[in-house]
C-alpha cells in the first residue's frame, strides 16, 4: 500500500482534507472562524469541518519572503 503525501488543501480542485475524518470536501464548505479582515494577511485560518465539527488550522505552506537577510543591503553604518 503506497501512502503518498497528502496537501490538506488542493487549490486545482478547491477542496480541503479534514485531519480527522480525512473526507475531502469543497472549501465553501467550510466555515472559517472570525477572522478580522483586517489582520486577515498574519493570521491563519481555522476551518470547522461539517461531517465531525473537527476544527484545525492548516500550516502555511510556501510562506511569501517577508524578511530575507539580505546582507550588505540597506542599513550600512560606516564610519
Ligand atoms: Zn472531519
Do not use: W
Request: hydrophobic share 30%; with cysteine; glycine share 6%.
Amino acid at each position: 500500500m503506497e501512502h503518498s503525501p497528502r496537501e490538506l488543501i488542493d487549490t486545482e480542485r478547491r477542496t480541503i482534507l479534514c485531519p480527522r475524518c480525512e473526507e475531502e470536501q469543497p472549501m465553501r464548505d467550510f466555515a472559517t472562524l472570525g477572522m478580522s479582515p483586517l489582520y486577515a494577511e498574519m493570521l491563519t485560518p481555522i476551518f470547522r469541518c461539517k461531517q465531525c465539527n473537527h476544527l484545525f488550522a492548516p500550516r502555511q505552506q510556501a510562506v511569501p519572503v517577508m524578511s530575507n537577510g539580505v546582507s550588505g543591503n540597506g542599513n550600512v553604518t560606516g564610519t
